[in-house]
């Protein structure tokens, strides 16, 4: 069965320090892989996302992510939070083609200023 | 552009009562739609999704059901409601062309 695990329930960060949130998935065949991001009080949004081509993405508000394929990761980075960064971050997968998506369990990122 | 709308925003409802959530996109047609809920520490739950009208594939056993009455409509609906079924309910549309989904502003259930 496909399985999304995002290794740390609650990262906490102060400021500037390096952000780097691990994601592994099970999935047979060929993937889709996404971050989402939950600000307090505010929709799910898209961060970034892998479908094909440079395994490094980058998405918006300076994170990225790296697909390396022969570990089934899809690590989300930030060299530098901000206090804004403060939310709850999901990793997620779907076979190509596929309606569905499958969620990691999500990891709540607190930067103190 | 694609919008995707949730009501009510908040909802308290005693045990046993039932329960219609409604979910609507605008500025698409034919979009796949799906229900989830999440929970602290869970994160997301397929609970429910459709392909096109009256097309519903349930996720996992639920004392809920959905319906899809017009193709931009998305309902949530149970008879009963449990204890249980208290959480934070997600609908989204998936775009066709990136695999991509979209989530609305969700509706938080709270059953007393």
């Known amino acids: 069965a496909q399985s999304v695990s995002q290794h740390n329930h609650h990262v906490i960060l102060s400021e500037a320090a390096s952000l780097e949130l691990g994601c592994n998935y099970s999935?047979?065949?060929?993937?889709?892989l996404f971050w989402y991001v939950q600000y307090p009080g505010q929709h799910l949004q898209l961060l970034l996302k892998y479908f094909s081509g440079d395994p490094l993405v980058k998405g918006i508000k300076g994170f990225e992510a790296e697909f390396i394929k022969s570990k089934f990761s899809f690590n989300l980075r930030k060299p530098s939070v901000q206090w804004s960064d403060t939310a709850e971050y999901f990793c997620?997968?779907?076979?190509?083609?596929?309606?569905?998506?499958?969620f990691g369990k999500g990891t709540k990122l607190s930067v103190i200023p | 552009s694609q919008t995707i709308h949730q009501w009510p925003a908040t909802l308290v409802q005693p045990v046993g009562s039932p329960l219609s959530l409604e979910c609507t996109v605008e500025?698409?047609?034919?979009?796949?739609l799906y229900w989830y809920r999440q929970a602290a520490g869970r994160g997301l739950q397929l609970l429910f999704y459709s392909v096109g009208i009256g097309q519903i594939s349930s996720e996992v056993p639920q004392n809920l059901s959905a319906s899809r009455p017009q193709d931009r409509q998305f309902i949530l609906s149970s008879k009963k409601l449990l204890l249980s079924d208290s959480g934070f309910y997600l609908c989204?549309?998936?775009?066709?062309?990136?695999?991509?989904?979209?989530f609305g502003p969700g509706t938080r259930l709270t059953v007393l």
């Open positions: 500025g698409t047609s034919n979009p796949n």
């Open positions: 999935y047979g065949g060929t993937v889709n």
């Open positions: 989204a549309w998936r775009s066709g062309a990136t695999n991509e989904q979209f």
């Open positions: 997620a997968a779907s076979g190509a083609g596929s309606y569905q998506l499958t």
